[in-house]
């Protein structure tokens, strides 16, 4: 790489480690933990790539980007963050940010960003206007995971398009709230949100009085595969003449909708109009790390509606994590609202968690699969679904060691359930060395709890 690159963070470890690899790499590199200092670096005319926090200790650098761009405009500005919301995300892509990565990253992924950054001219993001809101921060998406992180972004991407938005998902993901939440911080957020439904489309003259409705705003196709055809056919033949005030059509599905297709309840034609653009909403058991997020953001929202204040025992915390969840997050808001009701004190305890919840309910086959599903068909949708999150970018660099951990750390757990903690049966069940079992279930922070024996 060839360049001038200024840094700006309050970590003086993040510092350190992109001065020294940016060096290493061929850059000149100016780093400070003020960014003052960087805007009088960058009024000064230094610098060909800038990486920013966002909270610093004498400023926001989101708010900066504005002034930055009208000091050198063109100067691209990549802006790293461990504030891991949604919102961080669109406000970068409505500050014109040339990219964003959320903390931890990946300084492989990091390095590659900077030098498409150096080779080429950024290309500038439309995003959402945010001055009439009154909560910025306050978004109804909540997950600091890799996949709601790589949503995040292609939500920011997707914001004020007008290409049809597809979003799929299992039962209870939220897709509705994603579409909504599109809308609500979408250019066309003034304008009408309109949710259609089958009977909406029976008439003749359905079409017409929708688009009259919408007035150019967002018009939702709940659950696609569900219309009958004739409605199908009516709502391609909107989509393909939409009138002087198209609105944006988007259209949500927990089918596979190629299945849909052959199976004849989903009008080839309709599916290339709608899928424009598609989102994938994660299902809870592809994103355990944030279940505990989400109950007590939940547990918070219980308490402003006028519930008494309560929190989760670190029991709770264990079993919510190792739920199978099959409702999503509609399930877990609703149980953690009826603890929050119910528990006797401030402490919610595992009983009562166990009580609400129940036995352990049968999973329906991730979107996509069957029942009859290989093992490593299953994965390799995973896999496919992972890279196409990313667009146009790959994933970042460790995948395989990633991937590894993914499938190791579950395996060795039930394992060790199945063989009631006895190491070295579990050893010889998964024909591995003791000492190599002892080693994973230290590296990877497995707990090992042994059965008693009934007497």
Known sequence: M??????????????????QALTRAGCKVHATSSLTTLMRWVA?????????????????????????????????????????????????????AYDYLPKPFDL??????????????????????FENLDHPDDLPLVGRTEVMQTLYQLIAR??????????????????????????????????????????????????????ARVKGGTLLIDELVDLPDEAQARLVRMIDEPGDFSPRFMA????DLSASIEAGTLRQDLYYRICGTALHVPSLRERVDDIVLLAEHFLVKSENDGAPHKYLSNGCREMLRHFSWPGNVRHLENVIRRLSLTARGEEITEAELAAVLGPQPEVEPVLGGGVDEKLSETIGRHLQRYF????????????????????ETPLIEISLQATSGNQAKCADLLGINRNTLRKKITDLDIQVTRRRKLM
């Not at 060839?2 to 001065?19: K, M, N, Q, Y």
């Not at 992924?109 to 959402?128: C, F, H, N, Q, W």
């Not at 196409?388 to 499938?407: F, M, N, Q, T, V």
Request: a negative charge; charged letters at 25%.
């Open 44 to 96: 000064e005319g230094k610098g060909d790539v800038v990486i920013s926090d966002v909270a610093m200790p004498d400023g926001n650098g989101l708010e900066m980007l504005p002034k930055i761009s009208e000091d050198r405009p063109g100067l691209p500005v990549i802006v790293i963050s461990a504030q891991n919301t949604i919102m961080t995300a669109i406000k970068a892509a409505e500050a014109d």
């Open 108 to 129: 492989p992924d990091l390095m590659k960003r900077i030098a498409k950054a150096l080779a080429e001219k950024p290309t500038g993001s439309v995003a959402a206007n």
């Open 388 to 407: 196409e999150l990313h667009g146009d970018l790959l994933p970042p660099a460790g995948l395989y060691s990633r991937l590894l951990r993914e499938i």
């Open 158 to 211: 997707v914001m004020n398009t007008d290409l049809p938005l597809l979003i799929t998902g299992e039962s209870g993901a939220g897709k509705t709230l994603i579409a909504r939440s599109v809308h609500d911080f979408s250019d066309r957020r003034t304008l009408p949100f309109v949710s259609v439904n089958s009977e909406d489309l029976v008439e003749l003259e359905g079409p017409a009085r929708l688009l």
């Open 2 to 19: 060839d360049g001038t690159v200024l840094v700006a963070d309050d970590d003086r470890t993040i510092r350190t480690v992109l001065t």
């Open 252 to 255: 949500t599905s927990q089918c």
